[in-house]
């Protein structure tokens, strides 16, 4: 007697075929696959398509796309783009983006889709003052705040800069410090970062509460919790002090911490990824001084040019 054999498609080979009304419990399901599932059946409704429609659109088995929709299994993420594209629907908005969340958030987003960096930048600070996140602008521009990587000269030039301005100098690392009761590692190394993040916001806003003049130069990585640098860019007049990765390299090596040392070609790439992935966060400060093309006096002479002129005091 002869056996019929059957290949499923690949595309279906990534959840079990189980029906729909099988014997697991809500609570044995992952709650983000739960969650998943629900989405994709609104969506599915909101489209007013059947799941065979919708499963013939993907190149997936409707029994398949019953799996996803109850929870059950793990979807490739291979399905999940043939699914979106039949839904047609992003790939942020099956997985439960917030931008994706509600009409009004899907619709603000259309508005700015495809926008140039300016218009965004002209709909953020709107949005912001809007929303009276925009900061006082006669504090903010009497507060200045240097970022960049760690090793673009925040300390040296920012001290020098406050003394010149007459303004306490504020090294936000030793403020974050503080309030922990411990050092930066430490508090990454038995918090972890999203901790470490809390108190660097915590510690911001009580800088900005606490002075209303001040120079404050910001960890390297301020730039990487969206909440706390849009908090800067609203309070503080901000400089990014921008260096090539080898003045980088060798300014963290001269202050004694030869950890990037350690495997120089493997650390060099990495810096630079680095540097690479939050210059476009970096661009958005209003001033930008190059401290790698000058010597440090003549680096400190453009950066007080640049400030004063920006606080609209004599240069």
Same mark, same amino acid.
């Given at each position: 007697?002869?056996?019929?054999?059957?290949?499923?498609?690949?595309?279906?080979?990534?959840?079990?075929?189980?029906?729909?009304?099988?014997?697991?419990?809500?609570?044995?399901?992952?709650?983000?696959?739960?969650?998943?599932?629900?989405?994709?059946?609104?969506?599915?409704?909101?489209?007013?398509?059947?799941?065979?429609?919708?499963?013939?659109?993907?190149?997936?088995?409707?029994?398949?796309?019953?799996?996803?929709?109850?929870?059950?299994?793990?979807?490739?993420?291979?399905?999940?783009?043939?699914?979106?594209?039949?839904?047609?629907?992003?790939?942020?908005?099956?997985?439960?983006?917030?931008?994706?969340?509600?009409?009004?958030?899907?619709?603000?987003?259309?508005?700015?889709?495809?926008?140039?960096?300016?218009?965004?930048?002209?709909?953020?600070?709107?949005?912001?003052?809007?929303?009276?996140?925009?900061?006082?602008?006669?504090?903010?521009?009497?507060?200045?705040?240097?970022?960049?990587?760690?090793?673009?000269?925040?300390?040296?030039?920012?001290?020098?800069?406050?003394?010149?301005?007459?303004?306490?100098?504020?090294?936000?690392?030793?403020?974050?410090?503080?309030?922990?009761?411990?050092?930066?590692?430490?508090?990454?190394?038995?918090?972890?970062?999203?901790?470490?993040?809390?108190?660097?916001?915590?510690?911001?806003?009580?800088?900005?509460?606490? %002075?209303?003049? &001040?120079? #404050?130069?910001?960890?390297?990585?301020?730039?990487?919790?969206? *909440? $706390? /640098?849009?908090? =800067?860019? +609203?309070?503080?007049?901000?400089?990014?002090?921008?260096?090539?990765?080898?003045?980088?390299?060798?300014?963290?090596?001269?202050?004694?911490?030869?950890?990037?040392?350690?495997?120089?070609?493997?650390?060099?790439?990495?810096?630079?990824?680095?540097?690479?992935?939050?210059?476009?966060? %970096?661009?958005? &400060?209003? #001033?930008?001084?190059?401290?790698?093309?000058?010597?440090?006096? *003549? $680096? /400190?002479?453009? =950066?007080? +040019?640049?400030?004063?002129?920006?606080?609209?005091?004599?240069?």
């Amino acid at each position: 007697m002869s056996s019929t054999v059957i290949n499923l498609p690949t595309t279906e080979r990534s959840l079990p075929e189980l029906p729909p009304g099988n014997s697991a419990s809500t609570e044995e399901k992952n709650p983000f696959l739960v969650s998943l599932g629900e989405r994709v059946r609104n969506l599915r409704a909101r489209r007013g398509l059947t799941r065979k429609a919708v499963a013939l659109a993907a190149d997936v088995s409707e029994r398949h796309l019953a799996n996803l929709e109850y929870g059950i299994g793990n979807a490739s993420i291979l399905v999940l783009l043939q699914v979106a594209g039949a839904l047609h629907c992003s790939l942020a908005e099956l997985t439960g983006d917030v931008t994706t969340s509600s009409p009004e958030w899907l619709l603000i987003r259309e508005l700015l889709e495809q926008r140039d960096e300016a218009t965004l930048r002209r709909a953020r600070v709107a949005i912001g003052e809007l929303l009276g996140t925009g900061g006082d602008n006669a504090a903010r521009s009497t507060r200045v705040a240097l970022v960049g990587l760690r090793g673009a000269g925040k300390s040296t030039l920012g001290q020098m800069l406050a003394d010149d301005l007459d303004v306490p100098f504020v090294e936000l690392s030793r403020e974050i410090e503080k309030f922990a009761g411990c050092s930066v590692d430490e508090i990454q190394g038995l918090y972890g970062m999203n901790a470490y993040r809390r108190y660097e916001r915590r510690a911001l806003e009580e800088a900005i509460q606490i %002075y209303p003049e &001040a120079v #404050i130069a910001t960890p390297g990585g301020l730039v990487s919790d969206a *909440a $706390t /640098f849009n908090l =800067l860019l +609203a309070h503080c007049t901000t400089v990014w002090l921008r260096a090539d990765a080898g003045d980088h390299m060798q300014r963290v090596a001269a202050q004694g911490d030869m950890r990037p040392m350690a495997a120089s070609r493997e650390a060099m790439e990495d810096l630079k990824r680095i540097l690479a992935g939050r210059a476009a966060f %970096y661009s958005k &400060a209003e #001033i930008v001084v190059d401290t790698s093309a000058k010597p440090l006096e *003549a $680096t /400190f002479v453009d =950066l007080r +040019a640049k400030v004063r002129e920006a606080l609209h005091l004599a240069p």
